[in-house]
């Protein structure tokens, strides 16, 4: 199997996650600040090698389950058709994982900041590429927005899909504004999370119905 240059690209993003721990390791604190509240406060510890060590291990085993999601989807044909922008995405919530865990050790290394300030740009353009991912997304098991509305027609698919596709780029540029506003940074982020992802499932049942009406 040819092993292409983004896979490459994500195998250093994960090796250079373990490297940091590795490194910093001997700096960290027994306890380490591992959770941050709305306010960008610490709330949270979890001991050094957990704190070292369980990020750069999730990321690696996410990186596996989406390697092995087109292998075993019922419809792995479709997921081919949009396969570079589903690697891309893979590529862009590694980094986004490395620098959600850089800022981790930064932070437990005594650099001052506020966690929840930081982390918005990150979430915006990660939003905003789930956008575009969603809109190249064709009907399968595991990606995009699977309601059993949208996996029975590939009509309310693309609809809704399209539709999911607008939401989750607005609700990027929101979140990436909202830096402007921190006290409300936090709940910015929640409410275009919920809006991204909750009214697109709503939208494809009622498509459906539609649909249904139509031949009925």
């Known amino acids: 199997m040819k092993i292409k240059k983004i896979d490459i690209a994500i195998l250093i993003l994960i090796i250079v ?11 960290m604190p027994e306890q380490m600040a591992s959770h941050w509240n709305a306010k960008g406060e610490v709330d949270g510890h979890m001991s050094r090698f957990w704190g070292l060590y369980l990020m750069p ?5 996410m990186y596996l389950m989406f390697l092995l999601i087109p292998k075993i989807d019922p419809l ?18 590694v980094a986004f994982l490395l620098y959600i865990y850089g800022l981790t050790i930064a932070a437990n290394l005594g650099y001052v900041f506020n966690m ?7 979430v915006g353009v ?20 699977r309601t059993p509305w949208t996996l029975s027609s590939d009509e309310v698919w693309e609809k809704t899909h399209r539709l ?3 939401l ?11 830096f402007l506003f921190e006290s409300i940074a936090f709940w910015v982020i929640i409410a275009a999370a919920i809006i991204a992802g909750l009214y697109p ?15 009925s």
Do not use: C, Q
């Not at 291990?57 to 085993?61: D, K, P, Q, Y």
């Not at 929840?116 to 990150?122: K, S, V, W, Y």
């Not at 989750?168 to 909202?178: E, I, N, P, T």
């Open 17 to 27: 996650s373990f490297g940091i721990a590795i490194y910093y390791g001997p700096e």
């Open 57 to 61: 291990g999730i990321t690696a085993l």
């Open 76 to 93: 792995k044909k479709n997921i081919e058709k949009f396969r570079a922008y589903f690697d891309w995405f893979i590529l862009l919530m």
């Open 116 to 122: 929840t300030t930081m982390i918005l740009p990150a």
């Open 126 to 145: 990660l939003f905003i590429y789930v956008g575009f991912l969603v809109e190249h997304a064709k009907r399968n098991w595991f990606i995009g927005i």
């Open 164 to 166: 999911g596709g607008k």
């Open 168 to 178: 989750f780029k607005v609700a990027g540029v929101l979140v990436l504004l909202s």
């Open 201 to 215: 499932v709503v939208y494809s049942y009622f498509e459906y119905e539609k649909l249904k009406g139509k031949k």
